[in-house]
């Protein structure tokens, strides 16, 4: 019989693995995306906030510890406003449609790109650290683009992307996940 301890542990398990296995496939092909909060927003949808902050935690810490280095950790930021926005969204969608999960990829793209954006600035002194973004970064420069238009730019253009296909891999996972772990009514206590 699953326990609420054993469904706990097994969505924070695959959503975990979901931001570390995605983020490592769109980092190693360098995508177009980062991907790194595919975990974060399946948690939230399934356990809500406080799950979903605890993921992102455990993701930026990793992320940081591996490939970006300790400042990278303020990355983490984006993950609590991507939890904290879908656990908001979600609560007031009774059936998943595409026109609502239209206006969710907009709401976290702007709540994300508030701290996204800053933060290149602050820790990445404006440049993307992404292959992409600082693809797009070079390019717009190239093209007599103002450094602080271009870092908008291209880390917005990466943003939206990354938002779409995250929302379209997490609803992908969310029909494939089984009924007992989606529903927490036969679950005993």
């Known amino acids: 019989m699953l326990t609420h301890k054993k469904r706990t542990i097994y969505i924070f398990?695959?959503?975990s693995a979901m931001n570390l296995i995605f983020f490592l496939i769109a980092y190693y092909l360098r995508l177009p995306?980062?991907?790194?909060?595919?975990?974060?927003v399946?948690?939230?949808?399934?356990?809500?906030f406080p799950a979903g902050f605890?993921?992102?935690?455990?993701?930026?810490?990793?992320?940081?510890?591996?490939f970006y280095g300790f400042n990278s950790l303020s990355y983490?930021?984006?993950?609590?406003?991507?939890?904290?926005?879908?656990?908001?969204?979600?609560?007031?969608?009774?059936?998943v449609n595409i026109k609502l999960c239209f206006m969710l990829v907009i709401f976290i793209f702007f709540f994300s790109a508030f701290f996204v954006i800053p933060l290149t600035f602050i820790v990445d002194k404006g440049v993307p650290a992404d292959y992409w973004g600082h693809r797009l970064f070079d390019f717009l420069c190239t093209r007599n683009y103002i450094s602080e238009i271009a870092t908008i730019l291209s880390v917005s253009c990466v943003k939206l992307f990354d938002v779409i296909i995250?929302?379209?891999?997490v609803m992908c996972a969310y029909k494939l996940t089984p009924v007992k772990l989606k529903d927490?009514?036969?679950?005993?206590?």
């Open 54 to 66: 605890l993921v992102g935690l455990i993701n930026n810490t990793i992320l940081s510890l591996v």
């Open 76 to 95: 983490y930021l984006v993950s609590v406003a991507v939890a904290l926005t879908s656990h908001v969204w979600m609560k007031k969608i009774k059936k």
């Open 42 to 48: 399946y948690i939230t949808l399934l356990l809500g």
């Open 33 to 40: 995306l980062w991907l790194d909060t595919t975990g974060t």
């Open 166 to 169: 995250t929302l379209v891999i």
């Open 13 to 15: 398990a695959i959503a």
């Open 184 to 189: 927490s009514s036969h679950i005993i206590k």
